[in-house]
Every structure is written in C-alpha cells, then in structure tokens.
C-alpha cells in the first residue's frame, strides 16, 4: 500500500517522463504524454516538480536495463521525503520484467507494457486514488500502432511510426517478445499523420519501424508505396527512415530514394558482424557477400548516400579470426558511422542459452579497438565534405554562442554561424572543416 496525499485531489497530477533507447521508445514517450495531457495531466521538465515520474525503457542491452534500475534507486531520497511520489516502469523492460521489476526496485509503484501504454491515465488514475501498485503487462498485440502521438518534442523533426514488432527473431534480441509480432499501420493514417504534422509547420520526418522495408499494408502498398506518397505532402521537406533490414534492402528502394526529391540520402543498414557463421548464428539472414553486393548498388544507385551500421562483438563463439572479419568489412564499406556494442544474453532472445564465453575483458578490447577503428574511417568519411556545398535543415542553435545546427541530407551534423531566424529554414553551407561526427561550415 502507498502513502495518501490530497495532492491529486486539487490539481492536475503533473508527470515527468525519462525515455532510455531507440527513437521508437522516444517516440513512445510523446504518445504516452499526448494522452496523459488529453486525460487531464500536465507534462513537466524536471523529476523534483513531478507527481509522477515515468522511465520508458529500453531492454535491448543490459547495459542500457542497467541504467534505467540504476536511476530509479536514485530516486530513493525524493521518495522518501515524498512518499506519495509515484514512480513507473514503461516500455520494453517493464514488458519484459513484468512483476520482476518491483522485485528488483521496491520503489516502483506502477509497471506498464509496451501493449498497455494506451491505458496508462486510467492506470495512473487508479493507483492515485487506490494507491495500490499495478502491473499491466498483457496486450502484446496493442492497437497503438494506429493512434498517433498529438504531443511532439519538438518543432522541426517528427517521428512517425509505420509499423510496430517485428517477425525477424535474430538470436540475441528481445525485440519479438517485448513489442510483439511485426503489424504494419494503415498506410491512410500513416499519410493523415504525417499530413497533420504538415500542418503544424513540421519540416522533416522520420519513418520508424523495426523493419522498416518489411512494411506492407492494405491494397498492395509496400514501403516504396509509402515513399512515394508521402514524398508528394506540401510542406515537408525532408523524409528520413529506419531500420532496414539487410535481408529486405533491394535495388528497387535505391532506386526510389534516388528518384523521390523529399527522401533523404541516408541509409541505415545493420551488418551486426563481417562473419558469416556468426551472421548464422545470429539468424540474420544474410551473408557479408550479399551485404557488399547491397552497398555497391546502393553506392552505384545513390551517389553521394551515406551508409551507416550496427556491429555487435562479443557474440558467443566469436573467435579473432571471426573479429577480423569485422573489421575488414568496415573497412572495405567505409562506413559514415556506426553504432557499436558488447554482445549481453537476453533471455527469451534464443542466444541466450548459448554459453556468453566470450570473456568481458575480450569483449572490452574488441569494442574500443572497432570504435577506434570506425572513427578512423568516420573522420575520411567527413574529410571528403570539406569544400563542398550541402543543404543543411537548420535545427536549433549550435554548442558555441552565435552558432546554429542542423543537419545535411546524408544525416551529418553541421554548425555555422548565423541568425537565429533562420531555425527551421533550409540553408546550403560551405563546408571548412571536419571532424569525424561533425563539420563545421558557413553560409553560403
Ligand atoms: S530485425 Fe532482428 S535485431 Fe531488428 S528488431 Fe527484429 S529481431 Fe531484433
């Protein structure tokens, strides 16, 4: 049973929200304060002024798990000086921990599943007046996907989700258990949405979705079909998505990122190991060959595109020479950037019953020496920019006073000076000078 307050009673219960992860959970988090807001509760920027404070997490590393329980047991002292202070778990790792949560941090009032988000002011209603602690774990197969968030984080850029789960079951991940079998959203809503946005002055989106090449809807509308409809809404600019599945990536999608003027030259494409009995072990899917051949149509298709990635080591059983093989494909890619990370089990994820032997002092050494290798190959990457003319879609202002940010077609970072009337507007910037996850330019 939790401490009673009249707080609730007199005002609208104010929620703070801390999102952990990928862009989906960031995405989550402005569907979860769109309809906190919608039922009466009023978002605020800081845990101390909070009624209730919500971490939407993300379980895909332990490490990342490990931050999201880590940051709640800070909380211990605000609840104690506050003990009707309601603290919830949202996400994947309530999904996944389910009771376990509270078993593992007592200071969890509330857990509530990937499914069970749509329900959560009722919830967060329930617990305030019977102050007793709730987990609502069980609509895996949620009707969320076709609800779009009113609340955005932001003026510019949006994201908009195409499709939730995913059918893949790559071997080391949770994603198929915590967020379900993949459903594509209807392609009229995904327009309508992204119509609405718009609307509302937004200039970029971001296509979100597991698997994004995967999408099918209704009436023979594939991915490309969404492209291409989409890339006909006056007022957005730019359209970005991700992630594609390497065994989904086809010339076809090169081609039409080519061809539509809105799509953005990005493509984020997941290699996971330069291995092919570790891509086998992992159930990817592909071969390193098959994965060269992609990059070479895409590079032949789309010139100028960048190419960014995701690299796991550490994998069990992956041995030096299965190592190497990493990072001799990121070498011959030539990657713009990747994102790199040590291999951890997650159980149900099926690897997790293979023996993790690879030993964590192997698995730091493998880490640092590919992150360092990848910035070698990040800052040529940059280098070829310098001297040359981009579009940058000003975002906000820059670190240094004076300086504004944004970001390039081919997704870089630029700062410049200039005014702060030019936040939101697409300007083309000369490039100075590089460093290998950000250039410097100035207005041309
Ligand atoms: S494609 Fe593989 S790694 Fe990506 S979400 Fe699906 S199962 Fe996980």
């Known amino acids: 049973m939790l401490e009673k307050s009249k707080t609730y009673e007199k005002s609208a219960p104010r929620v703070y929200i801390r999102t952990f992860g990928c862009q989906m959970n960031v995405r989550d988090s402005e569907f979860v304060a769109g309809i906190l807001i919608d039922n009466g509760f009023t978002m605020v920027k800081s845990a101390d002024s909070a009624d209730v404070i919500l971490f939407n997490s993300c379980s895909v590393r332990k490490h990342a798990e490990e931050r999201v329980f880590g940051n709640i047991g800070q909380l211990k002292h605000l609840k104690r000086k506050r003990p009707e202070l309601v603290i919830g778990l949202i996400g994947c790792t309530a999904q996944a921990y389910k009771e376990k949560a509270i078993e593992r941090s007592p200071l969890i009032d509330i857990v509530c599943g990937t499914g069970d988000e749509a329900g959560l002011p009722r919830l967060i209603k329930d617990l305030l007046k019977h102050r007793r602690r709730i987990v609502a774990v069980d609509k895996i197969g949620r009707p969320k996907p076709e609800l779009f968030p009113k609340f955005r984080d932001g003026k510019i850029k949006a994201t908009v989700s195409i499709g939730e789960g995913c059918d893949n079951f790559c071997s080391y991940c949770i994603v198929p258990y915590v967020r379900g079998r993949e459903r594509s959203r209807d392609a009229k809503n995904i327009i309508k949405e992204v119509k609405s946005l718009a609307g509302r002055g937004f200039k970029e989106i971001l296509l979100l979705g597991q698997n994004v090449n995967s999408y099918r809807a209704g009436r023979g509308k594939d991915f490309i079909a969404i492209l291409e409809d989409l890339n006909k809404i006056k007022g957005i600019e730019r359209i970005r998505f991700m992630t594609s599945h390497p065994k989904d990536a086809h010339a076809e999608l090169f081609k039409a990122m080519r061809g539509l003027d809105k799509v953005c030259e990005h493509l984020h494409l997941p290699i996971q190991s330069g291995s092919d009995r570790i891509l086998k072990l992992m159930n990817r899917g592909y071969t390193s060959g098959k994965y060269l051949k992609l990059v070479e149509d895409y590079r032949r298709i789309v010139p100028g595109g960048s190419i960014t990635t995701d690299i796991i080591v550490g994998f069990p059983t992956e041995s030096e020479r299965d190592f190497k093989k990493t990072c001799a494909l990121l070498e011959k890619v030539g990657f713009d950037s990747a994102y790199t990370f040590k291999y951890s089990p997650r159980p149900p994820a099926k690897s997790s019953v293979l023996e993790d032997d690879v030993s964590s002092g192997v698995k730091e050494e493998r880490l640092r020496s590919v992150m360092e290798l990848q910035r070698k190959i990040s800052a040529g990457r ?24 944004g970001r390039t077609r081919s997704n870089k970072n630029v700062s410049f000076e200039g005014k702060k009337g030019l936040i939101g507007k697409t300007v083309r910037v000369e490039i100075v000078s590089a460093e290998p996850y950000a250039l410097k330019g100035r207005l041309a």
């Open 382 to 405: 940059s280098e070829k920019v310098v001297g040359t003319l981009v579009e940058v879609l000003v975002e906000g202002p820059g670190r240094k006073p004076g300086d504004l940010a």
